[in-house]
């Protein structure tokens, strides 16, 4: 992540020094997984400018400078607002309330040397300062790390996340008073590049057998978010039911996604929606009919085109009438159709990453059913 500075040509003042520095990241989307879990999290500084670059694939790993700048380990509290002092210049300081966050606190002296001591030069601009700092990467200490685990989520569109520091200063106009000083730095995904590397192994799961494995049918199947997986889902027989059985109207057609008995037990709650699109003849990624109303009117028609989780059903629904009617008559062809985790409020044909629910699908002892009347 880039840090950026508080503000244009912004200065220490004279013999400024660090009291303390802290690092705060504001949560925000969900939680998966298990809270109350100990993660411990080491914080380093990068080791060249992340404004340098050009592309920012998920599949990057970001190289850093050795030194541990800051840890945190212990539990976590992703919707508990909690107070902090609130430095007020001139004044006593006063407690705060502040969002939900998972702050580390970071090495005072690297802070002195790395951000105090810059020469006001380097904190004219966020690229200047961005030459100078290079930036600070996050990651899981997973040999500290004990329990079930989760995924985090933080919030790099607002002013909640920050590189706070607390520092004291000769006061401007009394030489023998000192001032208390805090300020922010913030971290914003609008003026700085905030980035992730994602990974996932499989190694030793049905799901490497299923990778190696593609186009067969299994009995269970999986579906994850942040780039993970998806599910493929064919129709074979509806060109051969029109030809044989002449003109077709489809007065309505629902296609029913059971999740698998037992595969939503806490903290792993199953993904609250799915996405369901399909491949164009280039294999790009498009809105089914039914979701596509810009271009498809007969989509409007559809209260819901669904993909909702039913907590009482253990299922999903869409209404995917219109796609349906389009593979029976021949207007559309199937290159493939298929279903993935999609965040809830943000239904989205891409791979999903701001959201971390997984489902587990009953593929052939409760098969997808495609009902049409």
Known sequence: MAINVPSEAYSFGTDAVIDSAVLSLSFGGE?????????????????????????????VEYATNSTLLGNRTGKLYPTTPFKITDIVAGKADTLKTVAPQMRIKLDNSFIQNNIVKLPDASLKTNARFADAFKGLYVQVNKTSSTGTGGLMFFDFTSTNSNLTLYYKKQNATTVSAIDTVAVDFPINSSTGPVSASIKHDYTGTPIATQLANPNQQYAVTYLQPLIGLRNKISFPYLAKFAANVGKVVVNKAELVIDLSSGSDGKPFDPATRLSLYRYDLAEKRQNVPDNNPEFDTRGLESAVFGGYFNSVKKQYVFVVTSYIQDLMSGKLKDYGTFIAPTPLKEFSVAPSLSSGGRSVIDSLKRPRQLVIT
Do not use: K
Not at 31 to 47: E, K, P
Not at 52 to 58: A, E, G, K, V
């Open 31 to 59: 939680f998966y997984g298990d809270s109350t879990a100990t993660y411990s999290i080491d914080v380093r500084q990068l080791s060249s400018n992340i404004n340098d670059r050009l592309s920012f694939l998920n599949t």
